[in-house]
């Protein structure tokens, strides 16, 4: 794992507080005695915990949902602290070594950062939100008066807000993210299924504390909600997997294609970076820049792979595959009407020239913008055979696609597009300076 000084500085910072939050648990704050109802609770609660874990669930890219957020909150409202951090650290724990064991073979520091960073960050979010129930008013066991709700609620958003804290900071400290705008992202793509662990979470504690056996009648819900959910990602699952199928056969038909989607995905990503703009567009355009291609799986493979010039008839039917792209993910929910737009419009120019629909300037979606100036730069780095016949370089260097990028300005790609899309060039140009450099004199490259 490659991290800079402040990703350091951030996670041992987030670690020794989850040491010292455990320390001071059996220390300080664990029961001299163990009585059997405090048992029973911390085995039913360490499990469901752990399932929670394990079974978490990817709702879309990047935002996963688990049980064990409903699991902790109920554990607060049931004991705070003195029951709560004990089933998360055991559960979490446990879950995350199992969860992280494959990477322990390629990089133990990678592994124990990982495993120590997510156990420490879900101690300090439960320490949280058990000061926030106490300060509010909260009373454990949780029960059924109402003005213990607000309590309980409280503690709940506490303990939200603080585990998106944490992550959005280690993100950001590990990507060239804003934290701010990942942290807006995060919480706006706070899920209604998200709410609903928090009334189970009220609901456990409230049955749990009438009697331990009547919380089953909550299991039957919880189950539901994880099944569910479950369902819905599995859905989201099989439509992606249904595109990377058609990715896989345009990538044997075109290897150029299936390596050059990914590139300029990654490309794009960075001029978005570049451009400041916001988690959620980012994503979008990273989403789109994968299958911009993807329609080429239409056109036959003699024009795809044609090794000189288009005559007119191919080159009409080669432009189709911008429509063909847009019509085979519309009407796929994982795709936004926006990414739509950005496989249909990848190819308009800013002067107007370009297909399929001859938009110009700001008409032209952002994102497409973006899209088609890393298509651009990736298209002129590779290799391309035809190119010789054009007694053209069969590919450019990044200093000689800069000069053909500027010239490009105003004409075919957005001017604050080029300019963004040479100063994330001009970064990597001199990233790989210093990474040979930094190699040459005798010191690794990279940390292990």
Request: aromatic share 10%; net charge neutral; proline share 4%.
């Amino acid at each position: 794992m490659q991290l800079s000084f402040g990703a350091r500085i951030y996670l041992w910072t987030v670690i020794a507080l989850g040491c010292l939050i455990i320390i001071y648990y059996f220390a300080v704050l664990a029961p001299a005695t163990i009585d059997r109802s405090f048992f029973i609770a911390f085995i039913f609660f360490t499990l469901l915990a752990f399932f929670g874990e394990i079974q978490e669930i990817e709702l879309v890219s990047g935002h996963s949902l688990s049980v064990a957020t409903a699991v902790s909150c109920t554990a607060i409202f049931l004991g705070a602290v003195y029951l709560a951090l004990p089933v998360r650290f055991v559960a979490t724990l446990t879950a995350e070594i199992l969860l992280r064991w494959g990477k322990l073979k390629n990089s133990f520091a990678d592994f124990f950062y990982r495993v120590a960073f997510n156990t420490s960050q879900i101690l300090i979010s439960i320490s949280a939100a058990s000061v926030v129930f106490g300060l509010t008013g909260g009373s454990f066991p949780l029960s059924i008066q109402i003005n213990q709700i607000p309590p309980a609620i409280f503690s709940f958003i506490s303990y939200v807000i603080t585990n998106t804290l944490l992550v959005c900071g280690i993100v950001a400290f590990t990507s060239r993210r804003s934290f701010f705008s990942l942290l807006q992202h995060e919480l706006k793509h706070l899920h209604l299924q998200l709410i609903s662990m928090g009334a189970l979470a009220i609901l456990m504690a409230i049955l749990w504390h009438l009697s331990p056996w009547t919380i089953l009648l909550a299991i039957i819900p919880l189950a539901l909600v994880h099944f569910s959910l479950s369902n819905y990602s599995r859905l989201r699952t099989s439509s992606a997997k249904v595109i990377e199928t058609m990715v896989t056969m345009l990538q044997k038909r075109d290897p150029y294609t299936g390596q050059h989607s990914r590139d300029v995905a990654d490309f794009a990503e960075d001029i978005a970076h570049e451009m400041g703009l916001s988690e959620e567009q980012i994503e979008t355009i990273r989403t789109a820049a994968v299958v911009h291609d993807i329609g080429k799986i239409a056109i036959p493979e003699s024009i795809v792979n044609k090794p000189g010039p288009l005559n007119d008839d191919e080159w009409r039917l080669m432009k189709t595959h911008t429509i063909i792209g847009a019509d085979l993910i519309k009407n796929l929910e994982m795709y936004s009407a926006q990414a739509v737009a950005i496989v249909r419009h990848e190819h308009e120019h800013w002067d107007g020239s370009g297909y399929p629909d001859g938009l110009k300037g700001e008409l032209i979606p952002l994102g497409a913008r973006i899209v088609a100036a890393a298509d651009v730069y990736d298209a002129l780095i590779t290799d391309r055979p035809y190119r010789k016949a054009q007694g053209k370089p069969r590919a450019y260097s990044p200093g000689q696609a800069i000069e053909i990028i500027e010239s490009m300005r105003e004409k075919v790609l957005d001017p604050k597009v080029a300019d963004a899309c040479i100063a994330v060039i001009r970064r990597r140009i001199l990233a790989e300076s210093q990474k040979s450099t930094w190699s040459s004199s005798g010191h690794p490259s990279s940390d292990s």
